[in-house]
């Protein structure tokens, strides 16, 4: 029973890792924060060091998402921007309910290692929430924005 805990944490750390690092491969497709926290963990790759990149890019995730939200309700129809409003108040429930199970789950666990997948899960929330509603932004505001960075 135990041999099979510490093999099915072992693959779950190598599927993370390979998530996480999208195959090793950036391109110029490569969001600004994701190459920010790459690079800021190829600095200081100690699990302090990536927890302490992994917040720096949740929080430039979070001011991506207020500024995204902001522009997406600036170009849609009120009916729709009742729809996103309702939308993001639930996924921001959501979001608080994984951030709890997160925890819970994180909580039980022994090493040092877990404190970076702890911290990436839950900036991938908001890392996730942002790419789905750039999907949802008019193309050309999308290019003001590929301009601007």
């Known amino acids: 029973m135990r041999r099979s805990y510490v093999?099915?944490?072992i693959?779950?750390?190598?599927i993370i890792i390979l998530a996480r690092t999208g195959g090793a491969a950036e391109n110029e497709h490569t969001d600004p924060i994701d190459k920010f926290q790459a690079e800021c963990e190829k600095k200081d790759p100690s699990t302090g060091g990536q927890d302490a990149c992994i917040e720096q890019a949740e929080k430039m995730w979070d001011k991506e998402l207020n500024k995204d939200y902001a522009k997406l309700m600036e170009a849609l129809q009120p009916k729709e921007r009742e729809l996103l409003k309702k939308s993001q108040l639930l996924w921001i429930k959501q979001r608080d309910s994984e951030r709890e199970l997160i925890e819970g789950i994180f909580s039980h666990v022994r090493g040092t290692?877990?404190?970076p997948w702890k911290a990436y899960d839950s900036m991938a929330l908001v890392r996730d929430r942002v790419?789905?509603?750039?999907r949802y932004l008019p193309e050309e505001i999308l290019d003001q924005?590929?301009?601007q960075q």
């Not at 693959?11 to 190598?14: A, E, N, Q």
């Open 7 to 9: 093999v099915t944490s």
């Open 145 to 147: 924005q590929s301009d």
């Open 131 to 134: 790419l789905q509603l750039r």
């Open 11 to 14: 693959l779950i750390g190598i």
């Open 113 to 115: 290692m877990y404190a």
